[in-house]
């Protein structure tokens, strides 16, 4: 998925996911405030929309829209990068599903970097930047899961003895 440019842009994303199962006025009466105040959400960031988008907000309204482009934006903007941390257990098929997404992500990264180096262009690098964040996310979310793998195998071989 790109990652938002703009906080109207990740608003729109939230909303374009949320309402794919779900009307804004149910969204709205989840997070607590009218379908209007949905509406001026999305508005044009020179407005003053966004001082009705309180903080505290934020919260609900990613989770009833099932949709976390907001903080995707925000991790953009003060240039840092978070990761799902993975599920305690997971079967051998989720390990290669593991193995699969990684795999694509970096392969993804790689096409861009080579069609940003051919073609060095404001688009072919925001896709470049996107890519890598997604292999940077991917990363840390693999590495904490090998991390509770290792850790597990540690604790079974230092029972056995």
């Known amino acids: 998925m790109r990652t938002p440019r703009t906080l109207r842009e990740a608003i729109q994303a939230s909303i374009d996911k949320g309402t794919e199962e779900k009307s804004i006025q149910e969204i709205a009466e989840e997070v607590g405030v009218s379908d209007s105040t949905i509406y001026r959400w999305n508005k044009d960031e020179e407005t003053t929309s966004y001082a009705d988008l309180p903080v505290r907000r934020l919260r609900s309204f990613m989770e009833s829209?099932?949709?976390?482009?907001?903080?995707?934006?925000?991790?953009?903007?003060?240039?840092?990068?978070?990761?799902?941390?993975?599920?305690?257990?997971?079967?051998?098929?989720?390990?290669?599903e593991l193995t699969d997404d990684y795999q694509s992500v970096c392969l993804t990264a790689h096409q861009s970097l080579r069609k940003f180096l051919q073609k060095p262009n404001q688009k072919n690098f925001e896709e470049i930047e996107d890519a890598l964040r997604m292999v940077m996310s991917k990363s840390a979310s693999v590495k904490k899961y090998c991390e509770k793998k290792a850790n597990g195998q540690f604790e079974l071989e230092l029972e056995m003895k």
């Open 65 to 96: 829209t099932g949709c976390l482009a907001i903080l995707d934006y925000f991790e953009r903007k003060f240039n840092r990068i978070a990761f799902p941390v993975p599920k305690a257990a997971m079967s051998k098929q989720n390990e290669d």
